[in-house]
């Protein structure tokens, strides 16, 4: 420890402290590794010419229509909780190393998990919201339905497309 203006610093573990002292900045590298890995599985959902494995192979039914209308729209994704979880853990080991004492170390523990857990939540909701457009279909048949999508194909209103329902509701363009 050192004192510096009536203040005392503890400084960062030395390399004479136990192995597991030493090992705890590695484990809280790994904590942040794994935040961002799980956290990156929350992201935005990929664009409508994206599909999953279960998607292929499977027969789907397509009608046709025309884009009566469209507008912007926010997006905003469930949460898991996991960012939360994952800031709450490597919030509790990086405070951890706060103080010099047990007591202060577990204090400083709880602090950092509650500071954690709150940085990874909102993280994990900044991940899972985006940008899509609410598209208003005449659908041939004289019903009219709304779907939102990303606009990956630039759809204008007056537009003809394929309405494919199939593992969900997809807009096409259709040729001609």
Same mark, same amino acid.
């Given at each position: 420890?050192?004192?510096?203006?009536?203040?005392?610093?503890?400084?960062?573990?030395? !390399?004479?402290?136990?192995?597991?002292?030493?090992?705890?900045?590695?484990? +809280?590298?790994?904590?942040? *590794?794994?935040?961002?890995?799980?956290?990156?599985?929350?992201?935005? !959902?990929?664009?409508? =010419?994206?599909?999953?494995?279960?998607?292929?192979?499977? &027969? &789907?039914?397509?009608?046709?229509?025309?884009?009566?209308?469209?507008?912007? $729209?926010?997006?905003?994704?469930?949460?898991?909780?996991?960012?939360?979880?994952?800031?709450?853990?490597?919030? @509790?080991? &990086? @405070?951890?190393? /706060?103080?010099? #004492? !047990?007591?202060?170390? *577990?204090?400083?523990? *709880?602090?950092?998990?509650?500071?954690?857990? /709150? &940085?990874?939540?909102?993280?994990?909701?900044? +991940?899972?919201?985006?940008?899509? $457009?609410?598209?208003?279909?005449? $659908?041939? #048949?004289?019903?009219?339905? =709304?779907?939102?999508?990303?606009?990956?194909?630039?759809?204008?209103?007056?537009?003809? *497309?394929?309405? /494919?329902?199939?593992?969900?509701?997809?807009?096409? !363009?259709?040729?001609?």
């Amino acid at each position: 420890m050192q004192r510096f203006r009536g203040v005392t610093v503890t400084s960062l573990p030395a !390399p004479g402290l136990p192995p597991w002292r030493r090992l705890a900045g590695s484990a +809280l590298v790994l904590a942040a *590794i794994v935040l961002v890995a799980a956290l990156s599985g929350c992201a935005a !959902p990929p664009p409508n =010419s994206t599909y999953g494995g279960y998607g292929v192979g499977r &027969a &789907a039914q397509v009608s046709y229509g025309t884009i009566v209308s469209m507008r912007d $729209v926010n997006v905003q994704g469930p949460s898991s909780g996991i960012g939360a979880l994952g800031g709450a853990a490597a919030g @509790g080991v &990086a @405070g951890s190393f /706060i103080g010099g #004492d !047990p007591r202060t170390n *577990i204090l400083g523990a *709880i602090g950092g998990a509650l500071i954690g857990g /709150i &940085a990874g939540s909102a993280v994990e909701g900044g +991940l899972a919201s985006g940008q899509a $457009v609410e598209f208003i279909i005449r $659908v041939d #048949d004289g019903q009219t339905i =709304s779907v939102v999508q990303s606009n990956e194909y630039h759809f204008v209103p007056g537009q003809r *497309i394929a309405i /494919i329902r199939g593992d969900h509701l997809r807009l096409a !363009p259709v040729a001609g």
